[in-house]
């Protein structure tokens, strides 16, 4: 197969089905970057270390520079993706479910975004993909469940790891500065928290840029009569097409999901913003490293949590989490289901 971008850019020319595919994926990664990456500055911005607009154009940046370099690095994520589901020995009809599944997501995301309720785009992507193999194979024969069990995996530890590691660092960093003059470590730890918010959306775009490029891959795979992408190294240009257009997604904002995180679910001084950033940005490491994907606004939550914890329980806004459970808990059936009836759909009218 030929990966150059100039067969590329021909095969989407030539290929319908490619370019609704091309065009949908990078629709999901520009609300991704849009809805989702809010959550890596939403601490930075309401312990006012730094304005909305200046916070959300350094994510942008850091965004892009998450997807190149980790992707270069390890692309083990892009790798659980793209193996994770099987869509069957028809390529045709995998592509269409491929559209499916993307098109679901992009109406999940953009519903939640409107009621200013942070998404898991990463159980929205893993939820539409399996719903779409279901959708093709009439059953759950189309489903890796090895590749399955690493979400599972990362469910579990984006939330114990976040909240432990949330509680563990602000805990360390409040007792080595028990004894300090407040007043005279806040400018340290306001640089501290814009070097954490850094590092937070580098480790996003490393996560979930990875995750849509993996799709993006498939579907030239399918688009070239191949039923996966294994042997094949990710092109250098589908790398930065993909970072782009998810630090284009950044820089469009996202103020309702920077105030749920960030102000409601706990009410945080900046040196504990600093400590919530970089437990966070450390599960986010760990997780792209071993390549297991897991949800950044499952992370960035529960190390919020830990950190409100080191306090006092009461800190937490229970109401503010019991929603976002809540649309956890319905992402993989509600997601799957749209993308279940969408695969069905086209299939039938394509």
């Known amino acids: 197969m030929d990966m ?37 500055i939403a601490t930075c911005v309401t312990t006012r ?31 659980t993706i793209s193996n994770m589901v099987d869509f069957g020995g028809n390529t045709r009809e995998a592509l269409i479910a491929l559209c499916a599944a993307l098109f679901s997501i992009v109406v999940y995301s953009v519903g939640a975004s409107y009621f200013g309720i942070p998404t898991s785009e990463s159980h929205s ?7 779409a193999a279901i959708a093709i194979h009439n059953g759950v024969e189309g489903i890796n469940m090895g590749e399955w069990a690493k979400v599972l995996y990362g469910l579990v ?13 602000c805990k360390l960093v409040s007792l080595v500065c028990c004894k300090m003059d407040r007043r005279k470590t806040n ?10 918010a850094a590092a937070m959306s580098f480790m996003h775009g490393a996560q979930d840029g990875q995750k849509f490029i993996g799709v993006l891959f498939l579907g030239i795979a399918f688009s070239n009569g191949l039923d996966g992408v294994s042997g094949f190294s990710i092109p250098v240009w589908l790398m930065l097409l993909c970072s782009v257009i998810m630090a284009a997604g950044t820089s469009v904002g996202g103020e309702k999901i920077i ?13 504990q913003g600093f400590s919530a950033d970089l437990a966070a940005a450390f599960c986010l490491l760990l ?15 529960s190390a919020i ?23 956890w808990i319905f992402t993989f059936p509600g997601c799957g289901l749209i993308s279940f009836l969408m695969a069905k759909l086209f299939i039938a009218i394509f």
């Not at 530890?157 to 660092?169: D, E, K, P, Q, R």
Request: proline fraction near 3%.
């Open 4 to 40: 150059s971008f100039a067969a590329f850019v021909q095969s989407a020319v030539s290929s319908p089905v490619l370019l609704i595919t091309v065009v949908l994926t990078l629709g999901v990664i520009f609300v991704n970057g849009w809805t989702d990456a809010p959550n890596a």
């Open 49 to 79: 270390c730094m304005g909305t607009r200046s916070a959300i154009w350094m994510s942008a940046l850091f965004n892009f520079l998450g997807v190149f370099v980790m992707t270069q690095i390890n692309s083990s994520v892009a790798s």
């Open 125 to 131: 992507l893993i939820a539409g993909l399996s719903g």
């Open 157 to 169: 530890l984006s939330l114990a790891l976040g909240f432990v590691s949330g509680w563990v660092i």
């Open 187 to 196: 400018p340290f730890f306001k640089g501290a928290q814009i070097f954490g």
């Open 259 to 271: 105030k749920s995180v960030g102000m409601d679910m706990v009410k945080l001084e900046v040196y």
């Open 287 to 301: 997780s792209s490293l071993f390549g297991i994907p897991v949800s950044t606004t499952h992370t960035k939550t």
């Open 305 to 327: 949590m830990g950190v409100g914890a080191v306090r006092r329980l009461s800190a937490i806004n229970m109401g503010v989490v019991k929603e976002m459970m809540l649309t």
